[in-house]
């Protein structure tokens, strides 16, 4: 019979892929055959999988769909959309239900994501063992065994939360004699291996692992991206592909300076050098940059020797360094204000925080500034709770010129943006703006989510109404 790694690689070349060593990766994820943009590569369900925090009783623990959910009426515990889901996971949960339920209240505390996701991984892997489930070339243990862990390079400090961990899996599962330490070096897979599960607006929803995609190595300039429709993670191809072509996606936030997504990778163990990460730093200073004096001038200012002054790389003119540091200081200090009153659920008084913090800082930096971005990503958000459409829309429309500057065309954070500047539009009934935003949303959402997504169906679906709308609107006679 052959090996489960033999099984994997027939598997993987039937749908075009293969497993290569590649220099300074260490393994990695290749097309043998071309692939057009949208075209799934792989798709995976998780080994294990645990919702978050936010998630527990929103989010079905077996197909993370939200809505009317029914809770686990031992544990208290696990939620369940309906009977499909609770009947699919009932050998597991079984074991595990059992395992909660006999711990104390303040144990269950315990529980984070982190430790749910290996308690179902241990149960997963003995359950396959006993055979009580079936496995397949890309599900079964042997995926986890072998994925990267950095073990030798993980600070003594985190070894040491990585012992404690494993020390509260074995008091959840003290019917199994687990290897403390095996344990330990799995939840440093973890670290590394992880993926973040999110609905398709990229809400972050639980925490999965899916050994075959995690095989697909990192660039800050990927030629994939890794979505979910409920619990299943979907690869697609951002641009064609060729044969030989090796496959990337992006672990982090990718809208960010050279130096912050180096810090932001550190814990996966290694310094990208994609074409992101080597070009010079011009693209850096336009992120975190300050603006002109000039309101005329969009040139981006680079700081002298010590900061005593920012100079214009295009007109030559100076900024004085302490003006700098004396509005960035202001908006330091009215940004914690701003996120206490956010934290104790102010949104109306937090947004008039944002909005001050929003004038000093177009006072203060270049209008492509990740900082000022971050801000005006708020206050669409809170001017949406507070339904404010027209607002939302103005901070909405503003930061569209930034995604485009900052992602790749073809990145889901542009697709669901021109998504809710359409619907925002729609709303208000600016048909013909809603019908060319709910366009560029369809254009990139259809690549990256896939055209049969409920998601993308239900954009197409507002795209034919508001096309509808806009030709009666043309053919009806003007009203006199
Ligand atoms: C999710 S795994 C990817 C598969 C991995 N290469 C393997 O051999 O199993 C993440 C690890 O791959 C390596 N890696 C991923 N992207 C990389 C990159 N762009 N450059 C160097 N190493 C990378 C790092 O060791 C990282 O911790």
Redesign the pocket.
């Known amino acids: 019979m052959a090996s489960w790694a033999e099984q994997l690689e027939r598997e993987l070349s039937g749908r075009g892929l293969a497993i290569a060593f ?1 220099p ?5 994820l290749v097309a043998t055959r071309s692939f057009f943009p949208g075209e799934v590569l792989i798709c995976q369900e998780p080994y294990a999988s645990a919702p978050n925090k936010v998630s527990v009783g929103s989010t079905c623990d077996h197909c993370f769909a939200s809505g009317k959910l029914r809770k686990c009426s031992v544990c208290r515990l696990a939620w369940y959309c309906g009977s499909v889901c609770q009947k699919a996971e009932w050998k597991l949960h079984q074991l595990e239900c059992q395992a909660i339920s006999a711990l104390t209240e303040d144990r269950k505390k315990m529980l984070t994501p982190t430790i749910r996701l290996m308690v179902r991984l241990i149960l997963r892997r003995k359950l396959q063992i006993e055979k009580a489930i079936p496995s397949s070339a890309t599900d079964n243990y042997n995926l986890v065994d ?3 862990s ?1 073990i030798s390079k993980v600070d003594g400090k985190q070894l040491v939360l990585y012992a404690q961990m494993a020390n509260l899996v074995q008091l959840v599962l003290p019917s199994i004699q687990l290897d403390l330490k095996e344990i330990a070096h799995t939840f440093s897979k973890f670290a ?2 992880a993926h973040t599960i999110c609905d398709p607006e990229l809400r972050p929803l639980g925490t999965g692992l899916f050994p075959v995609i ?6 800050c300039v990927p030629n994939a991206v890794l979505l979910f429709e409920g619990h299943t993670a979907y690869v697609r191809a951002l641009e064609p592909l060729s044969n030989n072509t090796e496959i ?1 996606i992006s ?1 982090i936030e990718t809208a960010a300076t050279t130096i912050k997504r180096q810090n932001d990778l550190k814990q ?7 074409p992101c990460c080597i070009k010079d730093s011009e693209e850096d200073a336009l992120l975190e940059g300050y603006r002109c004096k000039d309101t005329k001038c969009d040139g981006i200012l680079l700081p002298d020797s010590g900061k005593k002054a920012y100079t214009c790389q295009k007109c030559g003119i100076c900024r004085d360094g302490e003006e700098v540091k004396k509005v960035s200081s202001q908006i330091l200090l009215l940004s914690d204000k701003a996120s206490s009153l956010l934290s104790s659920g102010n949104n109306s008084d937090a947004g008039s925080v944002y909005k001050v913090i929003e004038q000093l800082e177009q006072k203060l930096y270049h209008s492509f500034s990740i900082p000022l971005l971050h801000t005006r990503e708020k206050l669409l958000k809170i001017c949406m709770d507070l339904q404010d459409w027209q607002t939302s829309l103005m901070y909405c429309r503003l930061t569209i010129p930034v995604y485009e500057r900052v992602y790749p065309p073809f990145h889901p954070m542009i697709g669901l943006q021109f998504y809710t500047c359409g619907k925002l539009e729609w709303l208000l009934e600016y048909t013909e703006d809603a019908l060319k935003s709910l366009t560029r949303a369809a254009d990139v959402l259809q690549i990256t989510h896939g055209t049969k997504s409920q998601f993308v169906k239900e954009l197409f679906g507002k795209l034919e109404e508001a096309r509808a709308e806009v030709s009666f609107k043309l053919s009806s006679p003007p009203s006199s």
């Open positions: 590649v300074g990766k260490g393994r990695g072998v994925l990267e950095h590394c291996n995690s095989i697909i190595n990192h660039s990337s672990y996966y163990f290694f310094s990208c050098s994609c």
